[in-house]
């Protein structure tokens, strides 16, 4: 199965608090999982990514979260900040060739 | 500055009317690829490059077809465009296959 899920749709924070979004895949030949950032009329930007022999990775306040038997992972934004506020895609390739892409969050941090 | 860029930015076409958006890039990387976005369904594959004349289906390739003569260039190309092909296009490069740079989005309407 080629197929990615991320949940939720949408996110709504309070200013200093932790966003997480949730994704999960069926196909155990992925080995490469990155997180994209994208703010209105802009593309999407590489945040962070894991490759499944980690379990957490961490840069600044943004940290994947991998669970290889569960096949989920996970973005969490600690202290998150109005600017944080875009839309968050998970994605899955195999090699580095085919890329799957999840449909997306909406993240809003209120001020 | 290092970058990917995509023309047109902006496209109002009718059902039939074969078009070609351009994609390039200044980093001379060797792995291209082009998605379509659709709200809800987050970014899907359509073709991608690993190198010169090396080309490969994504998940959504029926109705589009690229080449891939020189390293820098990866035209999205629709011979036939049908109104199902209205979306927001991205391009991106890749030194490794991994970290993608995205371009600016093509947005296409089909009448």
């Known amino acids: 199965q080629q197929q990615v899920k991320q949940s939720p749709q949408s996110l709504i924070v309070q200013k200093g608090g932790i966003s997480i979004i949730n994704c999960a895949y069926e196909n155990t030949a992925f080995d490469y999982f990155p997180w994209y950032q994208q703010f209105p009329g802009k593309g999407p930007a590489l945040l962070i990514a894991i490759r499944p022999d980690v379990s957490e990775k961490k840069e600044g306040r943004f940290t994947i979260s991998f669970n290889k038997s569960a096949k989920q992972f996970s973005l969490h934004i600690m202290d998150s900040q109005p600017g944080d506020s875009a839309t968050y895609f998970c994605?899955?390739?195999?090699?580095?060739?085919?890329?799957?892409f999840g449909p997306g969050t909406r993240l809003s941090v209120l001020p | 500055e290092a970058q990917v860029t995509q023309n047109p930015r902006y496209l109002i076409t009718v059902t039939g009317k074969k078009l070609t958006v351009t994609c390039s890039q200044n980093m001379n990387h060797e792995y291209m690829s082009w998605y379509r976005q659709d709200p809800g369904l987050g970014l899907r594959q359509i073709y991608y490059?690993?190198?010169?004349?090396?080309?490969d289906k994504g998940d959504v390739p029926e109705g589009y077809k690229v080449s891939r003569k020189e390293k820098r260039n990866f035209p999205l190309i629709l011979e036939s465009p049908s109104p199902n092909q209205t979306s927001l296009y991205f391009c991106?490069?890749?030194?490794?296959?991994?970290?993608?740079?995205f371009g600016p989005g093509t947005r296409l309407l089909v009448l």
């Open positions: 490059s690993m190198n010169v004349e090396v080309t």
């Open positions: 994605a899955a390739s195999m090699r580095g060739q085919n890329f799957v």
């Open positions: 991106a490069s890749s030194a490794t296959g991994e970290t993608q740079y």
